[in-house]
Antibody, heavy 118, light 110 residues
Framework: EVQLVESGGGLVRPGGSLRLSCVAS????????MHWVRQAPGKGLEWVSS????????YYADSVKGRFTVSRDNAKNSLYLQMNSLRAGDTAVYYC???????????WGQGTLVTVSS | QSVLTQPPSASGTPGQRVTISCSGS????????VNWYQQLPGTAPKLLIF???QRPSGVPDRFSGSKSGTSASLAISGLQSEDEADYYC???????????FGGGTKLTVL
């Protein structure tokens, strides 16, 4: 059974940093592209970043480019999102998701809440 | 503003058939496949339809998807109260090099 468990969310002041983690199990982690997708309170889903299985390909949404960094450690079956220069608009539940068909998210974690506020 | 366009709301009575549309462009739906997700209140999204019309195991055949040109649609037949949820479409965008989502459609079962 595919499982994705995020952690690292919390309350942070504007301009601060936070590192999210996602531990995967139930599949061969290194062979799948992974995504971070966020959802602001009461809003829809917004893609944040994607990383290929070997970290060769990395992409970011314009809204986070230059501030967020995605990485993975295949030996630890873990995905990370380093978030710097956080803004109020980054407040959201952050989901990690495994690619399924067509590269799109298929399996989702339960999410971790990031709140940026003074 | 979402890249893919969905109606913000839809509704139906138990047993009815409802459809939800999703409109995109040549850089996403027009050239790539579409997924649909169901999000129940307070939970993570769940894959409902992949590759335009395929259902993952465990998803009832009351749910069906289709795609034509730069648009896609999700149909739910035999509507049930437990279908009340938010529904999102998604497709890969070749210009953004990432998935794009619709704004979501809140389905109400009257």
């Amino acid at each position: 059974e595919v499982q994705l468990v995020e952690s690292g969310g919390g309350l942070v002041r504007p301009g601060g940093s936070l590192r999210l983690s996602c531990v995967a199990s139930g599949f061969t982690f290194s062979t799948y592209n992974m995504h971070w997708v966020r959802q602001a309170p009461g809003k829809g889903l917004e893609w944040v970043s994607s990383i290929s299985g070997t970290s060769t390909y990395i992409y970011y949404a314009d809204s986070v480019k230059g501030r967020f960094t995605v990485s993975r450690d295949n030996a630890k079956n873990s995905l990370y999102l380093q978030m710097n220069s956080l803004r109020a608009g980054d407040t959201a539940v952050y989901y990690c998701a495994r690619a399924f068909s067509g590269g799109l998210p298929g399996y989702w974690g339960q999410g971790t809440l990031v709140t940026v506020s003074s | 503003q979402s890249v893919l366009t969905q109606p913000p709301s839809a509704s139906g009575t138990p047993g009815q058939r409802v459809t939800i549309s999703c409109s995109g462009s040549s850089s996403n739906i027009g050239s790539k496949t579409v997924n649909w997700y169901q999000q129940l209140p307070g939970t993570a999204p769940k894959l409902l339809i992949f590759s335009n019309s395929q259902r993952p195991s465990g998803v009832p055949d009351r749910f069906s998807g289709s795609k034509s040109g730069t648009s896609a649609s999700l149909a739910i037949s035999g509507l049930q109260s437990e279908d009340e949820a938010d529904y999102y479409c998604a497709s890969w965008d070749v210009n953004l090099n990432g998935p794009v989502f619709g704004g979501g459609t809140k389905l109400t079962v009257l």
